[in-house]
């Protein structure tokens, strides 16, 4: 089973919907992290949490909602999707403490917003 | 503030000749810097890292680059290409002391021709 899972692999939804993306992960992790990538761009960080009771904007935080549910849980929501938020969305998972930057990622949900 | 410029979008390279792909960064802080890896359909893997030891560092299936503080570069290399390279490639920085995100390089995507 993979270490870091993501549900649903492909979602298709229609504008002014509210959708939800799912992540759990096995590797006892503290920190959590929900990636959004657009061709050309890179990977842009959207929320991150360093325990249950901490979560932090990204860069991109507009248009998204999380909560993290447990120490291995981690859900996005976009609460009204807009077509511009047509992505591959990725959670990704980190230990804690310094020189420990190595990010687990899963395998990522593919969205679409018509 | 701290960024990172991948200066192909796409490399191609005959398989068994050397690969370079070219990352330069801008950061204020003494960097950590780090190359992913994302092979179709999959999430990203952690290739290698550098974090102030050795200028060279090397990484799995036999990657390596090089820190060169001078030109503020983060160079990736492989002597030999393999057919299984051909994926996406991100540059990654991340600014000594912050506890917050990574900032990815928009990625460089590798052919391998046969």
């Known amino acids: 089973d993979a270490d870091v899972t993501q549900t649903p692999r492909n979602r298709i939804t229609k504008t002014g919907k509210r959708i939800m993306l799912e992540c759990s992960q096995t590797?006892?992790?503290?920190?959590m992290y929900w990636y959004r990538q657009d061709p050309g761009l890179g990977l842009r960080l959207i929320y991150y949490?360093?325990?249950?009771?901490?979560?932090n904007k990204g860069e991109i935080s507009d248009g998204y909602s999380v909560s993290r549910q447990a120490q291995a849980k981690f859900s996005l929501s976009l609460e009204s999707a807009i077509p511009n938020q047509t992505a591959l969305y990725f959670c990704?998972?980190?230990?804690?403490?310094?020189?420990?930057?190595?990010?687990?990622f899963g395998s990522g949900t593919q969205l679409s917003v018509l | 503030a701290q960024s990172v410029t991948q200066l192909d979008s796409h490399v191609s390279v005959s398989e068994g000749t050397p690969v370079l792909l070219r990352c330069n960064y801008s950061?204020?802080?003494?960097?950590?810097l780090f190359w992913y890896v994302q092979h179709p359909n999959k999430g990203l893997q952690l290739l290698l890292k550098?974090?102030?030891?050795?200028?060279l560092v090397k990484g799995i299936n036999g990657f390596e680059a090089e820190f060169k503080k001078s030109e503020t570069s983060f160079h990736l290399t492989k002597p030999s290409a393999h057919m299984s390279d051909a994926a996406e490639y991100f540059c990654?920085?991340?600014?000594?002391?912050?506890?917050?995100?990574?900032?990815f390089g928009s990625g460089t995507q590798l052919t391998v021709l046969p």
């Open positions: 990704a998972t980190s230990d804690s403490g310094q020189g420990n930057e190595k990010l687990f």
């Open positions: 590797k006892g992790h503290d920190r």
């Open positions: 949490s360093f325990d249950v009771k901490d979560i």
């Open positions: 950061s204020s802080y003494s960097p950590s």
């Open positions: 550098y974090t102030s030891a050795a200028t």
């Open positions: 990654v920085v991340k600014a000594s002391g912050s506890a917050r995100q990574l900032t």
